[in-house]
């Protein structure tokens, strides 16, 4: 497989990162002879875990796919050095083997680090005679975070890792999936294989699959969270609602369904939230509709289902720093305002008359099983390479954030209740009326729309809408 760019299933190109923490000591550590006993007790401890990378050469090559266990996923850099690829085991652990399998586009000089933090790093193996293919690697080192950092390519291309193994033994305990904090779905979806399939080509050809829910603030500077701090009025950062009339700290799936909504669909009473909006300190609100695109995440758009009542999640974290919103995997096109795209905080300044944009997409793949986790977010997880992972199987719709604040001119103090722009971040709770979301997930996503709230396509008018003039099941 060659690293050349293509178009294919392209969805963003990122610039590199700057790589600001310095290479502990350019030397080479020799590995070192693993006995029987060590490789029988070492466990695969990098397996769907958290990753980042100073990175990426498409949308197609994101750091996720090194660490799937997909033959057919791949991370791959832009074309210079140095590059990194760093993996967050969850806790300490010791690290005894490292398996890299190589694409075409290699690493001849790379060090494989460890860190305990993520800032200070050792080497335990390095080398400047790479060859590429699949290297095994017997080492012997400790740390939560491990890393391949390449300071020369063996092509004119990329890095380009299939796959990036760590063995050892963790200090952690694996994470529970029941007890406090989890919630279980009431009619649970199990049985399911994560769809690979393309679907065929169409005529005219097939680009969306989508449709919009348009909902305006609902209630606004309000210091309540009922996913994160439920039954505590007043304990988070001020958030400003949409859709859902009636959302506070005690909110709950029943007290949702009894509500109303400021959404434009009556069967959409979903609570949004997020954090609000300050300029010198006042409360800006969003003004009308917002956009709230509800899509497929993943390659076969006809595998999404819609996602069960009373589901729940927060997308993206207050305490993000730059580098981890920017390579975030929901993250879209980062914050607009006049001709700035593409900015990772609020930008400085805005053109006078400009909005303040952002967008952000939530994750799409279900475990089918839980309504909500004890960190809100270990339940679902983000497609890799348009393919939903075997440990969250089911392809539900992918909620894609589109707000507009009017705030423009000198930015220098507008930021977030929650932080710097890159603190952006939202909550979901689901509570659409289900055959209304169940109509416009057939007719608009499975179907290959771009629809607006009606479930129309105005590119496609004779495929004819899901909702009548009332935005109502006819």
Same mark, same amino acid.
């Given at each position: ?5 293509? #178009? +294919?299933?392209?969805?963003r ?7 600001t923490?310095?290479?502990?000591? @350019?030397?080479?550590?020799?590995a ?17 875990k ?6 990426? $050469? ?13 033959? @057919?996923?791949?991370w ?30 290699y ?18 193996? @390095?080398?400047? !005679? ?25 092509t004119?291309y990329?890095?380009?890792?299939? $796959? ?16 406090p ?7 649970? =979806?199990?049985?399911v294989? /994560? ?12 680009t ?7 909902c305006?603030?609902s ?6 969270? /009922? ?5 505590l009025?007043?304990a ?6 949409m859709?859902n009339? !009636? ?5 709950t ?20 939230w ?7 300190g006042?409360? *800006?609100?969003?003004v ?9 995440? =993943?390659?076969?758009? +006809?595998?999404?289902?819609?996602m069960?009542a009373?589901?729940?999640?927060? *997308? ?12 975030h995997?929901?993250?879209? %096109?980062?914050? %607009?305002?006049?001709?700035? #795209?593409?900015?990772?905080d609020? /930008? ?9 944009n ?22 679902m ?12 199987p ?19 103090? *507008? ?20 055959? !209304? ?31 009548? %003039? ?5």
């Amino acid at each position: 497989m060659s690293t050349r760019p293509s #178009t +294919r299933r392209l969805r963003r190109i990122l610039a590199p990162i700057g790589v600001t923490t310095a290479v502990v000591a @350019s030397m080479v550590v020799g590995a070192f002879q693993l006995t029987a006993a060590d490789a029988a007790d070492a466990t695969l401890l990098s397996l769907n875990k958290p990753s980042l990378a100073s990175s990426q $050469e498409l949308g197609e090559s994101p750091p996720a796919g090194a660490f799937d266990n997909n033959p @057919s996923t791949r991370w791959g850099s832009q074309w210079s050095d140095p590059q990194w690829l760093r993996v967050d085991l969850g806790a300490t652990a010791t690290i005894t083997q490292v398996v890299l399998q190589w694409e075409n586009a290699y690493g001849k000089a790379f060090q494989i680090q460890t860190s305990p933090d993520g800032n200070a790093w050792t080497s335990i193996y @390095s080398t400047t !005679t790479g060859t590429g293919g699949t290297q095994t690697l017997n080492v012997n080192g400790s740390g939560r975070y491990v890393r391949m950092y390449g300071t020369q390519r063996g092509t004119g291309y990329g890095y380009s890792l299939w $796959e990036f193994k760590v063995y050892g033994t963790s200090t952690g305990t694996p994470p529970p999936t029941s007890g406090p904090g989890w919630v279980d779905a009431p009619n649970p =979806v199990t049985g399911v294989t /994560p769809s690979t399939a393309t679907p065929p080509a169409t005529n005219p050809p097939t680009t969306h699959h989508e449709f919009q829910a348009n909902c305006e603030v609902s209630r606004s500077n309000l210091n309540d969270d /009922p996913i994160v701090f439920f039954g505590l009025p007043g304990a988070s950062h001020s958030h400003t609602f949409m859709g859902n009339r !009636t959302t506070n700290a005690n909110t709950t799936l029943s007290s949702l369904q009894a509500g109303t909504t400021a959404c434009i669909t009556p069967g959409d009473k979903t609570a949004y939230w997020m954090p609000t909006l300050l300029n010198n300190g006042v409360a *800006v609100q969003p003004v009308g509709r917002q956009v709230i695109y509800y899509k497929s995440g =993943v390659l076969d758009w +006809r595998s999404v289902r819609p996602m069960p009542a009373g589901l729940r999640y927060v *997308v993206g974290s207050p305490s993000s720093t730059l580098d981890q919103f920017k390579n975030h995997p929901g993250a879209v %096109e980062g914050f %607009e305002c006049g001709d700035l #795209t593409r900015q990772w905080d609020i /930008p400085a300044n805005c053109v006078a008359g400009s909005q303040l944009n952002v967008r952000f997409q939530a994750p799409s793949c279900w475990d089918g099983l839980h309504l909500d986790s004890p960190d809100h977010k270990a339940h679902m997880a983000y497609p890799v390479v348009g393919v939903c992972p075997s440990s969250h199987p089911v392809a539900v719709n992918m909620i894609e954030f589109k707000m507009a604040w009017p705030v423009s001119g000198n930015m220098a103090n *507008v930021a977030f209740s929650s932080g710097r722009g890159y603190s952006f971040h939202y909550d979901v709770y689901n509570a659409w009326d289900p055959p !209304t979301l169940a109509a416009l997930t057939t007719h608009c996503i499975n179907g290959g729309l771009q629809c607006n709230p009606r479930g129309f396509d105005q590119y496609k008018p004779e495929r004819g809408a899901a909702l009548n %003039e009332n935005y109502m099941l006819p």
